[in-house]
Nanobody
Framework: QVQLVESGGGLVQAGGSLRLSCAAS????????MGWYRQAPGKQRELVAT???????NYADSVKGRFTVSSDNAKNTVYLQMNSLNAEDTAVYFC???????????????????WGQGTQVTVSS
């Protein structure tokens, strides 16, 4: 199993900043892809930003220029720096990771896809 634990959410005023972190742990062989998604009340979960192990990033149009995704591959950790926050950014933010994990006594590499439990970000206007 691979576990993802997010931290850094909270309440912030419009125009403020927050930094989210997500650390992956478990029998990880390699992580190919990590990212952040969010879900506001009454809405579907949507992509916010993603990053590959090679450093290629992708952003939702709504956060381009305001959010920055980065990772520390040695620590299996992904970050989301969020600046110029507004009320529309209020949501539960979920971390996602995909890669290979070791399974069984032979440490057989097996695909995994995991989600974190989510962290609440609330922006007050």
């Amino acid at each position: 199993q691979v576990q993802l634990v997010e931290s850094g959410g909270g309440l912030v005023q419009a125009g403020g900043s927050l930094r989210l972190s997500c650390a992956a742990s478990g029998s990880i062989s390699s992580i190919n892809f990590m990212g952040w998604y969010r879900q506001a009340p009454g809405k579907q979960r949507e992509l916010v930003a993603t990053i590959t192990s090679g450093g290629t990033t992708n952003y939702a149009d709504s956060v381009k220029g305001r959010f920055t995704v980065s990772s520390d591959n040695a620590k299996n950790t992904v970050y989301l720096q969020m600046n110029s926050l507004n009320a529309e950014d209020t949501a539960v933010y979920f971390c996602y990771a995909a890669g290979l994990r070791r399974v069984g006594p032979a440490n057989r590499p097996t695909d995994f896809r995991s989600w974190g439990q989510g962290t609440q970000v609330t922006v007050s206007s």
